[in-house]
């Protein structure tokens, strides 16, 4: 299995990017997929997941009515929209796939990407 992010980069506050994490290896559609970060000296938080069919999409508090997930399961590809960038934005992002549940926790994540950095400067 191989999820690979990529869209990272630095830009402005204000800006936006958008993420991107194409999975092979698995059936895609099988799987819940989330985004999580870590930033400099922080611990891995939750940013935003979706369900098999996209249904749902849970967000954390700090992003909610900026970020945007969704997916395409014939591209098996999960994006990650990020509109009004802050500088505590900044982190390593990080996709990761889950068989049973659209889960708000890591450790519940079979499969983790190599992560892509976002730096937001001020």
């Known amino acids: 299995v191989q999820l690979q992010a990529s869209g990272g980069g630095l830009v402005q506050a204000g800006g936006s990017l958008r993420l991107s994490c194409a999975a092979s290896?698995?059936?895609?559609?099988?799987?819940?997929m989330g985004w999580f970060r870590q930033g400099p000296g922080k611990e891995r938080e939750f940013v935003a997941a979706?369900?098999?069919?996209?249904?749902?999409?849970p967000y954390a508090d700090s992003v909610k009515g900026r970020f945007t997930i969704s997916r395409d399961n014939a591209k098996n590809t999960v994006y990650l929209q990020m509109n009004s960038l802050k500088p505590e934005d900044t982190a390593v992002y990080y996709c990761?796939?889950?068989?049973?549940?659209?889960?708000?926790?890591?450790?519940?994540?079979?499969?983790w990407g190599q992560g892509t950095l976002v730096t937001v400067s001020s």
């Open positions: 979706i369900s098999t069919s996209g249904g749902y999409t």
């Open positions: 290896g698995l059936t895609f559609s099988a799987y819940a």
């Open positions: 990761a796939a889950e068989r049973i549940t659209t889960s708000l926790y890591a450790s519940q994540y079979n499969y």
